[in-house]
């Protein structure tokens, strides 16, 4: 049966603060503080679990291959001799946040009948913008099936940022749905990462209808505000559209394209008289995985434990759950460690609709595995990276294999 399953990023471990992130504002507040990679893998793997306990297919992609050496090589320097902003661009472990892996179109939505993966170019940002080879390689692999087309990156300039600038309405996952691609303009002090062009050769490549496609802007005021991806304002499940009020540049326009598309749809939206854009931002409540809870149970949104800890959002969604509103239970989970670097818990997801049977089974996850991947994080991911300590030759060292080791309990040593 075809259902949404939710791939997490498992946390690198060269998990650290770097500020590379321009226009994100927690990632910019924490640079240079001393990032604990173990703790943050370990608290992914717990947010899989907490998943996995509601009854929700889980999968998971392996981190990148870091540092990546052959990279600086392009740019003519090494690790020994970089400069200090190249070497850490090298170093990222962006890859956790699989929501920027690529955009995805499920198979009823598709002239072909199969579901579309588009790996994300990611060239906006020079330390994010040589992720996509390895990605694509682990899409390849994961979804080899014949019922799925996975395509190259749209090429540069045209910046394409993944699912995080994705939405789908629909009656039902396995149903036909309203792809909503949502893009920026530039011309700020912080970036526009999605491109219109970007968007349009998605949906030209995963043979959309036209008809049940949208493009719409996102507002200026959201991207300058530091919601450097629209899934910091706004996410959708099934029929359900949440979003803060200064989510759209044209917001009444979009509300009205989006009913005239897919006249089921129930738009909840949170006015910033309610909960402000900083604090919408700074509590990514809307970066959480609304998700449709299985018997019947109505939508549940797994959000981090920072929207409980802000009383004008926790007070917000308390009232819309204790109301008839779609969603029925609020779910925080622990994430602190991606929180401060600049992603929430939806951040950590690629959502994809499609039948399990037809993904490669090593990138699906249950308890045991988890419990497997758990170990091998606990034995061999860093305590602790200082920004200083990625100069050292040993950490090098500690890191790729702290990876080769996961890959082989895994049985993915392919991809080393």
């Excluded at 080899?144 to 087309?149: E, H, K, L």
Aim: with cysteine; glycine share 8%; net charge negative.
């Amino acid at each position: 049966m075809i259902t949404e399953i939710n791939f997490d990023g498992i946390i690198g471990p060269s998990h650290n603060y770097a500020g590379l992130s321009r226009g994100n504002i927690a990632s910019a507040n924490n640079a240079g503080d001393v990032s604990q990679p173990r703790a943050a893998a370990l608290q992914g793997i717990e947010k899989m679990r907490h998943n996995i306990a509601l009854g929700l297919p889980q999968g998971f992609f392996m981190p990148l291959d870091r540092p990546d050496a052959p990279w600086l090589e392009t740019l003519g320097t090494s690790l020994e001799t970089a400069e200090t902003h190249l070497r850490a661009q090298a170093w990222s472990a962006s890859s956790m946040w699989a929501a920027n892996a690529a955009t995805v179109s499920p198979a009823p939505d598709s002239a072909d009948g199969k579901c579309h993966l588009t790996v994300a170019n990611l060239v906006t940002m020079p330390h994010r913008s040589h992720e996509w080879p390895g990605t694509l390689a682990q899409l390849r692999l994961a979804f080899a099936d014949p019922a799925f087309v996975v395509h190259g990156p749209v090429p540069a300039p045209f910046g394409d940022e993944g699912a995080a600038n994705h939405m789908r309405l629909c009656a039902g996952h396995g149903s036909p749905g309203v792809e909503i691609f949502v893009y920026g303009v530039g011309g700020g002090r912080f970036p526009a990462r999605q491109h219109l062009d970007a968007s349009k050769a998605i949906a030209r490549k995963h043979r959309l209808d036209p008809a049940r496609t949208l493009f719409i802007r996102q507002s200026d005021t959201a991207i300058q505000g530091g919601a450097f991806h629209n899934d910091v304002v706004a996410v959708a499940n099934e029929r359900v559209l949440f979003t803060h009020e200064t989510a759209f540049e044209d917001r009444e326009g979009a509300h009205a394209q989006i009913r005239a598309a897919f006249p089921e749809v129930e738009i909840v939206e949170v006015p910033a008289s309610a909960v402000t854009l900083p604090e919408a931002i700074k509590s990514y409540l809307f970066n959480a995985q609304l998700v449709s809870l299985p018997d019947g149970a109505g939508m549940g949104l797994v959000v981090p434990t920072e929207a409980r800890e802000m009383p004008s959002v926790w007070t917000w969604l308390e009232d819309h759950v204790a109301g008839n509103g779609p969603i029925r239970r609020l779910l925080p989970v622990d994430v602190r460690q991606s929180m401060a670097n600049g992603g929430g818990p939806a951040c950590l997801r690629l959502r994809v609709v499609a039948e399990p049977g037809t993904v490669d089974p090593r990138f699906m996850a249950d308890p045991a595995k988890l419990d497997r991947i758990a170990e091998v994080v606990a034995a061999h991911w860093p305590e602790a990276i200082a920004p200083g300590d990625l100069v050292l030759p040993a950490l090098v060292r500690d890191v790729q294999r702290a990876r080769a080791a996961l890959l082989d309990a895994l049985n993915l040593s392919e991809l080393l």
